[in-house]
Structures are given as C-alpha cells and as structure tokens.
C-alpha cells in the first residue's frame, strides 16, 4: 500500500506558520527563495511508510500526514 498524498489544505497551513524558516532546531534556512522556488522539504515526525525511522505501527495513515505529524 502506497502513503496517502498531503492535503493541500495542510500544506498550505505548515508554509504559513512556517514564517519562511525551516522548524529544524537552530535551523535558519529559509523555505522558498528569492525566485518562489520550494528549497524546503516536508518531514514526517512518525514515518509514513512502515521502512522509515520513527514508524509507529499503532498510527494511522490520516494521522501521518496530519498537520501534527509534519
């Protein structure tokens, strides 16, 4: 089984509380660049796919690509 995509709806919420800046701790690199390019990435804190670091076998699809889990 393939991971469910990300809604648009929290994507566009995570850039908007995101201020530009990476959420890395002591991470200051800015998100998207001068041009509007997306130099950013999107991470999972629990895994989205049973082979990554910090699967949790007890979540559920909806909730790995849930605001709280990005």
Not at 9 to 33: G, H, M, Q, T, W
Not at 45 to 53: P, R, T, V
């Amino acid at each position: 089984m393939s991971r469910l995509p990300l809604k648009p709806s929290v994507i566009k919420r995570l850039f908007a509380v995101s201020k530009n800046i990476c959420a890395y701790p002591d991470c200051k690199e800015r998100i998207i660049d001068d041009h509007g390019t997306v130099i950013g990435e999107i991470c999972h804190i629990e895994a989205a796919e049973k082979k990554g670091e910090r699967y949790n076998e007890s979540s559920n699809d909806e909730y790995r690509r849930s605001f709280e889990n990005l």
